[in-house]
């Protein structure tokens, strides 16, 4: 099982606004700083945002990352087809002393 | 350009070794801070991390395959090699490996290699 924990699946319209959350713990996300990457239909993943809610140089800013306690979450507003992707929240785990991932979120763009 | 990019056999046996190498250019894990990691994902299903060694030569390792892992790095070389003894069915995946700056994050991914148990 994973150590992080979000939603199997997410949805929404063109042009509105979805969030995908992640919750972990005090030794993962309670502690450490979280990434959210997109993996698009057979690729790699690619980082969206990273320590909470940083954008890589020349990343869109339709992706905004938050951070609360041991939970954290990525918005994506003004939805696309092309979102439609899996999504994974990642967070170095102080106990496990690696990175954990989540189970991973697939949006569908209705 | 920072590239990485694995190879490494597709078809392997039940209880065979996998060796698979990291090639990367366009940075050098003898700088201070730098990583490169092996993630997995089988077929339809998650993420799952599995080693990270460091420009210091630290290794972490996933503890539910440490006795099974090893991971070396040839700095003059440019490539990090994972090894995975004892393969079995639940072995195949896509493994990925991945440049680690910051710690827990993987900024840059190779393309991924198919490694099929069977």
């Known amino acids: 099982h994973s150590e992080l924990t979000q939603p199997p699946s997410v949805s929404g319209a063109p042009r509105q606004r979805v969030t995908i959350s992640c919750s972990g713990s005090?030794?993962?996300?309670?502690?450490?700083?979280v990434t959210w990457y997109q993996q698009l239909p057979g690729q790699a993943p690619k980082v969206l945002i990273y320590?909470?809610?940083r954008r890589p140089s020349g990343g869109s800013d339709r992706f905004s990352g938050s951070k609360s306690g041991t939970s954290a979450s990525l918005a994506i507003s003004g939805l696309q087809s092309e979102d439609e992707a899996d999504y994974y929240c990642?967070?170095?785990?102080?106990?496990?002393?690696?990175?954990?991932f989540g189970g991973g979120t697939k949006l569908a763009v209705l | 350009q920072i590239t990485l990019k694995e190879s490494g056999p597709t078809l392997v046996r039940p209880t065979e070794t996998l060796t698979l190498t990291c090639n990367f250019s366009?940075?050098?894990?003898?700088?201070?801070?730098?990583?490169v990691g092996w993630i997995r994902q089988p077929p339809g299903k998650a993420l799952q991390w599995l080693a990270l060694?460091?420009?210091?030569?630290?290794?972490r390792h996933s503890p539910s395959l440490k006795n099974r892992l090893s991971v070396t790095k040839d700095t003059s070389k440019n490539h990090v090699v994972l090894t995975l003894t004892n393969m079995g069915p639940v072995d195949t995946a896509t493994y990925f490996c991945?440049?680690?700056?910051?710690?827990?994050?993987?900024?840059?991914w190779g393309p991924g290699s198919l490694v099929t148990v069977s």
């Open positions: 366009g940075f050098s894990l003898s700088n201070f801070g730098m990583g």
């Open positions: 320590y909470d809610d």
């Open positions: 005090s030794s993962n996300i309670g502690n450490n700083g």
């Open positions: 990642g967070a170095w785990d102080d106990g496990l002393n690696g990175p954990v």
């Open positions: 991945a440049r680690s700056v910051t710690t827990g994050s993987f900024d840059y």
């Open positions: 060694i460091y420009w210091d030569d630290d290794v």
